[in-house]
């Protein structure tokens, strides 16, 4: 089988204090605006090409764990092993400071200068996978909606013929997801928090609730 090669652009390089043990990423000027609506505090993902292990590490299909020769050799997929086809890495860090066109992040042993392909905002949901009442082909992912850092997603609802027998304490109803963290709301939970809101609504004052009426084109 022929493969064709493709390319990977970095979007960013690893830049390596180690007097002040800082760590941060360089992001290149052409993609600064691909950054906006991180924050500080936001946990990523990072994926980077591992730019020194080229050549006949590239080969190196089976390893022994952890550079260990007590561990019995292991193929690369089953390890975190920088000798790979591919040299992907990939890490979990979070961001302590934006400055510029900087990210402050955790320590990591990449070296100075390592490209960083590309940068993902970590997802509890899809980053640490475990069992929840809704599936992802359940989620209607189409009609969620972000407000801050809360993300409702609501549970698409083609199971009919499946529903009287349901009471609204055991129908998972929406995904809520608050920052990286993700839980579900029953039927009952999110009637139970669409009422709070509406007691929040009530409790703003008249002044803040007439601006947003005008705002939304209603008179006051």
């Known amino acids: 089988m022929n493969f064709e090669p493709f390319k990977i652009l970095p979007v960013g390089y690893i830049r390596k204090n180690e007097e002040l043990q800082e760590a941060h990423i360089e992001i290149l000027p052409e993609f600064w605006e691909a950054v906006e609506g991180l924050r500080e505090g936001d946990w990523i993902k990072l994926v980077l090409w591992f730019h020194e292990s080229e050549g006949a590490k590239r080969k190196v299909l089976k390893v022994h764990p952890y550079g260990n020769p007590k561990n019995p050799l292991t193929g690369v997929f089953a390890t975190r092993s920088p000798y790979r086809p591919n040299p992907i890495a990939l890490y979990t860090v979070r961001i302590h400071r934006i400055e510029g066109n900087c990210l402050y992040i955790d320590w990591i042993d990449a070296i100075d200068g390592t490209p960083v392909v590309d940068i993902k905002i970590f997802v509890e949901r899809y980053d640490c996978p475990k069992e929840v009442p809704i599936e992802e082909r359940e989620a209607n992912i189409r009609k969620g909606r972000m407000i801050g850092e809360v993300n409702l997603i609501p549970r698409k609802s083609e199971h009919l013929d499946e529903l009287e027998e349901v009471s609204p304490e ?51």
Request: no cysteine.
């Open 170 to 220: 055991d129908y998972d109803a929406v995904i809520l997801e608050i920052g990286p963290k993700t839980t579900t709301l029953t039927a009952k939970e999110l009637v139970e928090l669409i009422e709070t809101l509406e007691e929040a609504y009530e409790s703003l004052p008249v002044e803040v609730k007439d601006k947003l009426r005008r705002r939304e084109g209603h008179s006051p």
